[in-house]
């Protein structure tokens, strides 16, 4: 068994749980992390005593997004340095996209893999952790958890297209043109997310839908998987994921993306999102009901 140092692993009772383990980044994906989340699914689907797989993750939340540690690190190249090592960094945008499709394939062994996955979404949902959770085959969050893709307010376009596949055109573009987030109440009620419950049930619902596939045969979950998934392909969910990638490169030499990394790069990463983030209020959309603001953008 592989000794994982940003994830825990474990077999039981018909089920693989992979726990994103990264609490005091509120689970921040790196790429050690992804890797290690791509290893740990192949191992599943190759062991016949899993039948499906829980993702999930420590402490207080699901995955806050990608770890962004690097980008407040950036320094600018010297003068006249146009390429510092025999690897792709980013500077061009073939660079930025080829990292980008590099991390994509890690996270969609999700997609490919025969066996079940169901996220166990709670706390945080955000960016990148959106990523993780919505190619899963399944989502089931808290009624309180925090969902959304603020990095689409000035840093990018979503790397990962399955929002259109669960919640239609409409509310994907409410919710990608604003980068204003939702409850998991709310997820569920426009199918972001297949259910909301409790925060405080939240394990025993996915536990107990879990114990119910692990009554069936993996090669019957196996095939009625793949059947749905080759559906979202044919209707164009796989050369969306490609797409997505390249989209986000192109995303990537807006002006603002390129105001981000600056302040980042001089002022740190929290200035940098706040400079993102604070015009926008509490960030939040409403799903029923007016969105009616007080003078500092909150919800009343």
């Known amino acids: 068994m592989n000794d994982y140092r940003t994830i825990l692993y474990e077999v039981e009772r018909g089920r693989a749980r992979i726990t994103l383990n990264r609490?005091?980044?509120?689970?921040?994906?790196?790429?050690?992390?992804?890797?290690?989340?791509?290893?740990a699914l192949w191992e599943a689907d190759n062991d016949t005593r899993v039948h499906a797989v829980i993702i999930r993750g420590a402490g207080r939340a699901f995955s806050a997004g990608y770890d962004l540690t690097p980008l407040g690190n950036r320094r600018p190249a010297p003068e006249g340095d146009h390429y510092t090592s025999v690897y792709r960094g980013a500077r061009t945008f073939d660079d930025d996209a080829w990292q980008l499709e590099r991390a994509q394939r890690l996270r969609m062994a999700i997609f490919d893999m025969h066996k079940p996955v169901v996220a166990q979404v709670h706390g945080y949902c955000l960016a990148g952790g959106t990523d993780i959770a919505f190619l899963c085959d399944i989502v089931i969050a808290a009624e309180d958890a925090v969902i959304g893709f603020p990095p689409a307010r000035a840093m990018g376009s979503l790397?990962?297209?399955?929002?259109?596949?669960?919640c239609g055109p409409q509310w994907t573009k409410?919710?990608?043109?604003?980068?204003?987030?939702i409850t998991g109440a709310e997820a569920a009620k426009i199918g972001l997310v297949l259910?909301?419950?409790?925060?405080?049930?939240?394990?025993?619902?996915?536990e107990g839908l879990v114990d119910?596939?692990?009554?069936?045969?993996t090669d019957l979950l196996s095939a009625n998987k793949r059947i749905?998934?080759?559906?979202?392909?044919?209707?164009?969910?796989?050369?969306m994921q490609r797409l997505g990638a390249e989209n986000?490169?192109?995303?990537?030499?807006?002006?603002?993306?390129?105001?981000?990394?600056?302040?980042?790069a001089e002022q740190g990463l929290k200035a940098a999102l706040h400079w993102r983030d604070a015009k926008f209020g509490d960030g939040r959309a409403r799903v029923e009901g007016p969105e009616?603001?007080?003078?500092?953008?909150?919800?009343?």
Request: charged share 25%; hydrophobic share 45%.
């Open 174 to 181: 409410r919710l990608f043109l604003t980068g204003d987030t």
């Open 159 to 166: 790397p990962n297209q399955m929002w259109v596949y669960h």
């Open 248 to 264: 986000d490169a192109r995303a990537h030499l807006a002006p603002s993306v390129r105001e981000f990394g600056r302040i980042a």
């Open 228 to 239: 749905v998934n080759l559906a979202l392909e044919l209707m164009g969910a796989r050369t």
């Open 212 to 217: 119910r596939m692990a009554m069936i045969d």
């Open 23 to 39: 609490p005091e980044k509120l689970n921040a994906l790196s790429l050690e992390l992804q890797q290690e989340l791509h290893d």
């Open 292 to 300: 009616i603001r007080d003078e500092h953008g909150r919800l009343v």
């Open 195 to 206: 259910k909301a419950v409790p925060a405080n049930l939240l394990a025993q619902e996915v």
